[in-house]
């Protein structure tokens, strides 16, 4: 469910100039980049999709000159199949726009996140785990607040249209190449309120130069640890470091 190697916040780096430079406007431009990438457990929303085991990942994005942008991120997964489904892939697709009106940037797009052939609408109690949202953020500074609705069921919870997540993040430049992020949110399920919670992280990350990035997080939620759990009765929202390592280019 979304890119927890490395937290999906823009820093923008800005540099002092003078003279006829200062009046300058560099010129946007468009650029397609990629990221391949592993983890010691794949985290989204504070809940392990991986059976708090390691995981690959790697994605393509294209960015527009105009603001407007699209992608696709695929991870290994293990959840589908602990809840009877039949699929190891998370495949997401997204596309949005992003923009500025004074100090505040924004973000706003839909993202789809795919398994395909997960089988999960056959299995009693479980709804298709295919699921559509739509998102909007702001952000000012180093802190941005984002808003995310579910236009479909979300993953595999049956008539659990509406559902949102709202997710509150700060992005901190420490000085040579370290970052730290703090985060909180909640995930609400739509009729299906015992399901509901609250996670938090705290990431620190590194830049090691030529593409090569590098996160240690503490990851938790205060979830029902009766409800997600493994096959084995690991509760997946616990407390616990989660490092990875993202190669981009």
Request: hydrophobic share 40%; net charge neutral; charged share 15%.
């Amino acid at each position: 469910m979304k890119k927890i190697l490395v937290p999906s916040l823009l820093a923008l780096a800005l540099g002092s100039v003078s003279g006829f430079a200062q009046a300058q406007t560099a010129a946007p431009e468009s650029s397609l980049s990629f990221n391949v990438g592993a983890t010691s457990d794949y985290r989204y929303r504070g809940i392990s999709q991986s059976r708090l085991q390691p995981a690959v990942q790697g994605g393509v994005d294209y960015a527009d000159k105009s603001g407007f942008y699209v992608g696709a991120w695929g991870s290994s997964i293990k959840w589908v199949k602990d809840a009877g489904g039949d699929t190891n892939v998370e495949l997401d697709l997204y596309a949005g726009y992003k923009g500025a009106v004074g100090d505040v940037s924004y973000d706003v797009g839909f993202l789809r996140y795919q398994y395909s052939g997960n089988k999960l609408a056959l299995v009693p109690d479980y709804a298709n785990a295919n699921t559509n949202e739509i998102y909007a953020a702001g952000t000012v500074g180093p802190v941005t607040l984002k808003y995310s609705h579910a236009v479909s069921n979300i993953f595999s919870f049956i008539d659990s249209k509406n559902s949102y997540y709202v997710d509150l993040s700060g992005t901190f430049d420490l000085g040579n190449g370290f970052s730290l992020v703090p985060h909180v949110g909640y995930q609400s399920v739509k009729n299906s309120s015992t399901w509901s919670y609250t996670d938090y992280a705290l990431t620190l990350g590194k830049d090691l130069g030529n593409g090569l990035s590098a996160t240690a997080a503490v990851i938790g939620t205060d979830a029902d640890k009766a409800l997600y759990v493994t096959p084995a009765g690991k509760f997946t929202g616990k407390t616990g470091l989660v490092v990875g390592l993202k190669y981009a280019f």
